[in-house]
């Protein structure tokens, strides 16, 4: 709502209930208590600061437009940074995230191949690549960049 529009719908005397559920509406705190006059002043208040913010915000305003204009103008992220990279995140104790990014050379190697993520349970082992408590594999497409797996145990070191 603009300032003139806060003023008018103030003039018309409307109800508490009326007069609460706008000022919930922009945002305001209303509490249970609060009588008429309270929620007014709140309301003219917040008017005031509209007013404010307009007057201040025009200027920047003008300032930015030109800015705006040039950053804009069809920027987007690049589909691929084309690095050699892979990441794994925990999301929270039973599922991982993975992702990646590939060079080009490393995607034409890939795509004679079958790619895999293999995950290791390593809890309370010093591993050397053929000590695990278990280990399970996912087949992956180099194209996807990302998957979330689920992880068998909770409690694990992986």
Known sequence: MTREQILLFLESNPTIQLLKSTAKRLSLR???RMKKNEVIK??????????????????????STAAEAATTQNQRLPESY?????VLMPVN?????AYWDFSEATLQAL????????IHDVTYIIFDGRNSHRAFEIYIDPRWKKYYFNVPSANADY
């Not at 795509?111 to 293999?118: D, G």
Request: no cysteine; hydrophobic share 35%; aromatic share 6%.
């Open 30 to 32: 209303v509490k249970k």
């Open 42 to 63: 709140l309301l003219l208040e917040y008017a005031n600061n509209l007013q404010k913010a307009q007057i201040s915000s025009s200027q920047s305003e003008i300032a």
């Open 111 to 118: 795509e004679k191949r079958k790619v895999v993520i293999r």
């Open 82 to 86: 084309y690095k050699d990279k892979l």
């Open 93 to 97: 104790p039973n599922w991982v995230h």
